[in-house]
């Protein structure tokens, strides 16, 4: 466990570098790290004896994301989408590069990286875990910002293809979660049934 906890502290030492801050019971806290331990959070809840290469991904998912801004890219979808390719193989390449410097073998660093990747989607329970973790952090933690900043019928667009990703148990959960009226208004437009 003792390269585990140094990769673990490596991860948390570069997203306390985070120039963004965000307020959690009533203390600032830079962005990332609040992320990554949320995320960890979430994949402890839904996977109790989660691995160390699913814990490991989970908590580099978004390490050092400060350093590619979206306003670097053009604000349009294919603009989003390129950002979005150049941030995984940053993150994937930024997460090797600390794992190598701790002492973990290829094998893991690889397997890790693919979770980062989520190349098994579909196919790896554990990549099903850290996406599931994925949404429900968005859901739990920033659906407010994005009610508040997206057009409604996009944001039903994206909360249905959130739900589309999740598997019934992180479904479960997210139904479980506490959301004000205008979250819980769109959430509901976004599951009501066709028809």
Not at 1 to 10: C, H, L, Q, T
Not at 37 to 60: C, H, I, K, N, Q
């Amino acid at each position: 466990m003792e390269k585990f906890d140094e990769a673990i502290r490596r991860f948390d030492e570069e997203n306390s570098q985070d120039p963004h801050q965000e307020g959690e019971g009533g203390t600032m806290h830079p962005r990332e790290l609040l992320y990554a331990r949320r995320l960890t959070e979430w994949v402890r809840r839904l996977d109790p004896g989660a691995s160390e290469r699913l814990l490991l991904a989970a908590r580099s998912q978004h390490v050092c994301r400060w350093m590619i801004p979206r306003s670097s890219y053009e604000m349009t979808r294919a603009g989003y989408l390129r950002w979005r390719a150049d941030l995984k193989k940053f993150h994937a390449g930024k997460t090797a590069e600390i794992l190598r410097e701790v002492g973990y073998d290829e094998g893991i660093i690889r397997e890790v990286q693919d979770l980062n990747l989520k190349k098994n989607l579909g196919h790896d329970p554990e990549c099903q875990v850290l996406e599931d973790a994925l949404c429900l952090v968005t859901l739990q933690y920033q659906l407010a910002d994005l009610v508040a900043r997206t057009e409604p019928e996009k944001m039903v667009g994206i909360l249905q293809k959130t739900w589309k990703k999740m598997s019934p148990v992180a479904r479960g959960e997210a139904l479980k979660l506490e959301y004000s009226a205008e979250e819980k208004a769109v959430l509901e437009r976004a599951l009501a049934p066709e028809g």
